[in-house]
């Protein structure tokens, strides 16, 4: 069973800073790998999207990393700001169009 | 392009009663997938419907269930409301199961007391 892993579990930084979130999962036959924020009790939001056959996705100051073969993806943060801060999903699509989601990098950033 | 939607926003049942929630996915979404967010725990998958059927559950009990639409919109139902199944319980759609990825509708907010 397929099983996604986020580490920090939660991250305070001062403004301005760059920050890199990881996310690891343990079945490498993905197809797709996504990363969402979360505002407190509010739904997801989806910021990148990286098929298995990617490497990278760019949207802004966000980047986000695939390495399937060694299960691990980054999500880059750069100069981040107090609009930043939430809760940071990654998730993972198997083949069989079954979703496993981390439980999440909690951000804040200090102003 | 409209995104996911979600009625109600909130809902307050007593214990023992049943709860209904609406989800109407992005337009050409075929599929909707159904999850619960208890308070400081993270998302558990509840139901996958693609083309009005059920392609998959997670582990819940039968008294909740679910159903899709010709249109693609979803009702997920709770029967016998427990305390425990308080939670915000969210809502995404895709376009099938061709792997571009979910979307998430803003979730309704569910209290048993």
């Known amino acids: 069973k397929q099983e996604v892993t986020q580490i920090p579990a939660a991250l305070s930084v001062p403004e301005g800073e760059n920050l890199v979130l990881n996310c690891s999962f343990t079945?490498?036959?993905?197809?797709?790998l996504q990363w969402f924020r979360q505002d407190p009790g509010k739904g997801l939001t989806s910021l990148l999207l990286?098929?298995?056959?990617?490497r990278e996705q760019t949207s802004g100051r966000l980047n986000a990393s695939l390495d399937k073969s060694s299960g691990r993806s980054t999500l880059y943060i750069a100069a981040s700001q107090p609009g930043d801060s939430a809760t940071y999903l990654c998730?993972?699509?198997?083949?069989?169009?079954?979703?496993?989601f981390g439980t999440g990098t909690s951000l804040t950033v200090i102003p | 392009e409209a995104g996911v939607t979600q009625s109600p926003t909130h809902l307050i049942k007593t214990r023992g009663q049943q709860a209904t929630l609406r989800c109407s996915p992005i337009?050409?979404?075929?599929?909707v997938y159904w999850y619960q967010q208890a308070l400081g725990l993270g998302l558990q998958f509840l139901l996958w419907?693609?083309?009005?059927?059920?392609?998959n559950r997670g582990n819940f009990p039968p008294r909740f269930s679910g159903r899709q639409f010709p249109n693609y919109s979803s009702e997920l139902n709770v029967n016998a409301l427990e305390l425990e199944d308080s939670a915000l319980y969210l809502c995404?759609?895709?376009?099938?199961?061709?792997?571009?990825?979910?979307?998430f509708g803003p979730g309704t907010r569910l209290t048993v007391t």
């Open positions: 419907y693609d083309e009005g059927e059920e392609r």
């Open positions: 998730a993972v699509t198997n083949t069989g169009n079954q979703f496993y």
């Open positions: 079945d490498s036959a993905i197809y797709n």
């Open positions: 337009s050409g979404h075929t599929s």
């Open positions: 995404a759609s895709s376009f099938g199961t061709s792997g571009r990825g979910q979307y």
């Open positions: 990286i098929q298995s056959s990617q």
